[in-house]
């Protein structure tokens, strides 16, 4: 019945729990990481002060803004990558070092996801970005957006921030190079075949560990990234953004977000590994029956 499909299966559920429980967190890095210091949005003094300024202004459903193109996006590209990412593996396993697999497999996999799936995160950050002091919303809601993208800015416009998105698919293949090594590691350690059922414990363990490992060593793209789309900001190009965070906020700004990103895209990504670990063993129960 999923025959061939069960990682697809996986990374949908997976990227579908973990948007709903990790949102929130999104929002907030989102909003810290385009904190600049412009006159033109709320000036965030901490984390803390983020959220009780969004909830006291829309309650806790602006927490949510943005989720609509997020709850689409996120399942898609996970559910994506990792059904293409096993299958190019397969492919090329044999002709080079499982490492050095993982890492090359994992990039241009996520080079593939990534040009399929910007737009819309292209659309979740600026409805992110749509602040409680701005009066009338520049946005309704994702339709709206992608519409107004197109009318004035052109498919270009939804492809904004997709040059350092390319840095993220290094993150992401980081990640996965690790994660997998680590289950590798563990089935050795087990005398049990490669890609067998492990505990949830596991799994938990190793998709924290590889997710902090990721972002410590790629976060600043992120901050880039985020700027970049930012409708209420002036940026011409990618060097644009890194000459004037470097100017105005030091090497630290590069870094603005990075705590909640930690706090956030850990949760997030035990809570995407393991349903999708799970959910792709109940798709294969299913082919065996």
């Known amino acids: 019945m999923f025959s061939g499909y069960e990682h697809l299966i996986g990374g949908l559920a997976g990227g579908f729990a973990s948007t709903v429980v990790c949102h929130p967190f999104d929002l907030l890095r989102i909003r810290y990481s385009a904190n600049e210091g412009s006159s033109l949005r709320p000036q965030y003094r901490s984390y803390l002060h983020a959220a009780t300024s969004i909830v006291k202004a829309n309650g806790i459903r602006g927490l949510y803004q943005g989720l ?13 990558y990792f059904q293409i990412y096993h299958k190019i593996r397969a492919r090329v396993e044999p002709f080079q070092n499982q490492n050095v697999n993982n890492l090359l497999v994992g990039t241009g996999t996520g080079v593939v996801v990534l040009a399929m ?5 292209v659309v979740k950050t600026r409805l992110c970005l749509q602040y409680e002091n701005q009066g009338v919303r520049k946005y309704s809601g994702m339709i709206d957006c992608y519409r107004k993208i197109l009318r004035y800015e052109g498919w270009m416009g939804l492809y904004k921030g997709f040059i350092p998105g390319l840095v993220g698919t290094v993150n992401g293949a980081i990640q996965f190079a ?3 090594y680590l289950k590798d590691w563990r089935c050795r350690l087990k005398n049990i075949p490669q890609d067998s059922p492990l505990e949830t414990s596991d799994y938990l363990l190793y998709s924290c560990l ?13 901050v880039v990234r985020t700027r970049q789309q930012d409708h209420n900001a002036d940026y011409k190009g990618v060097i644009d953004v890194l000459l004037r965070t470097y100017k105005g906020e030091g090497i630290l700004g590069f870094y603005k977000g990075a705590l909640i990103a930690t706090f956030k895209q850990t949760p997030n990504a035990i809570v995407t590994y393991v349903v999708y670990e799970h959910a792709r063993r109940i798709a294969e ?5």
């Open 68 to 80: 609509s193109p997020n709850i689409i996006a996120a399942p898609l590209s996970w559910g994506l």
């Open 210 to 222: 590889s997710k902090i490992l990721s972002t410590l060593l790629t976060f600043p793209y992120q």
């Open 285 to 289: 129960s299913f082919n065996n029956n």
């Open 117 to 121: 799936t910007n737009p819309f995160w």
């Open 178 to 180: 690790i994660y997998n």
